[in-house]
């Protein structure tokens, strides 16, 4: 695909940071020296929902971009878009070779119906349902524990299968990478036995993780700021028991966001 014809338009990235997609997306921005302009919503004040953000992805879901007169959203759509049409952008993050960028396809399209799945419903029935007033589903979580439990063997037997340092053996990260990391960062607000729990047997993908980290930094961490941030107020809430109070501060801090 050739590189879009140069725009004065800064490219704008709608997005919230305790989405686990607007992430990744960000992080691929910043890596790659894209200069783009970060338009924050937060959701927790439902920006998301307004008819001016409708225009731009009818759906109301975080992220989208606009470049120029061109509008997207899907964070996998994003990801390609901008790794073909933006100059400069290393070809280990979307390979040119067509094989390899099918394999990294066929890796995006698993996540939503795998790990992704897993992954969001199970953090939206524990620790977000008290704090949110969210009635919460015992049944939907404990499937979705399942789900995601498979999906890290999954990731570790076939993704991560041989000796390559990142998916499908590569020795650099791909938007797969990137993308299924983010995602599984969003584990951090667990509480900690339960996060040990779920990832200690996974060696491979603790491992692949750290790999992720090292290869965006200081851009990884910087962009993972506010959830880890919001880890710490899940750990105080914890300690001290909830109350109005608490429950009211948390959730002006810690939306719902998935």
């Known amino acids: 695909m050739e590189n879009r014809k140069t725009n004065t338009m800064k490219l704008k990235v709608y997005a919230d940071r305790l989405s686990q997609p607007s992430r990744a997306v960000i992080i691929f921005c910043k890596v790659n020296g894209i200069d783009f302009e970060e338009i ?45 049409a933006f100059p400069g952008v290393l070809d280990h993050w979307y390979p040119a070779d067509l094989f390899r960028r099918a394999k990294i396809n066929s890796v995006l399209d698993w996540h939503h119906s795998n790990l992704r799945r897993g992954a969001t419903t199970y953090v939206q029935n524990t620790v977000l349902g008290p704090v949110l007033g969210i009635q919460m589903n015992p049944q939907a979580a404990a499937e979705a524990r399942k789900l995601l439990s498979s999906s890290l063997s999954k990731i570790e037997t076939v993704w991560l299968k041989g000796n390559g340092r990142f998916l499908l053996g590569g020795r650099q990260p791909s938007i797969a990478d990137l993308s299924l990391v983010c995602e599984i960062m969003q584990l ?22 750290e ?13 993972h700021r506010l959830l880890y941030r919001a880890k710490e107020r899940f750990q105080e809430r914890r300690l001290k028991g909830l109350d109005s109070e608490a429950e009211s501060s948390f959730k002006k801090v810690l939306p719902s966001k998935m």
């Open 188 to 209: 951090e607000v667990l509480d900690e036995k339960d996060h040990i729990d779920i990832l200690g047997p996974h060696k491979k993908v603790q491992q692949w993780i």
């Open 40 to 84: 924050k919503l937060d959701i927790s004040k439902r920006q998301h929902l307004s008819p001016e953000f409708k225009e731009i992805n009818p759906m109301a879901q975080v992220p989208a971009i606009v470049d120029g007169r061109f509008r997207l959203f899907e964070s996998h759509s994003i990801l390609i878009y901008i790794a073909c």
């Open 211 to 223: 790999n992720t980290r090292s290869a965006t930094e200081p851009h990884f961490d910087e962009v």
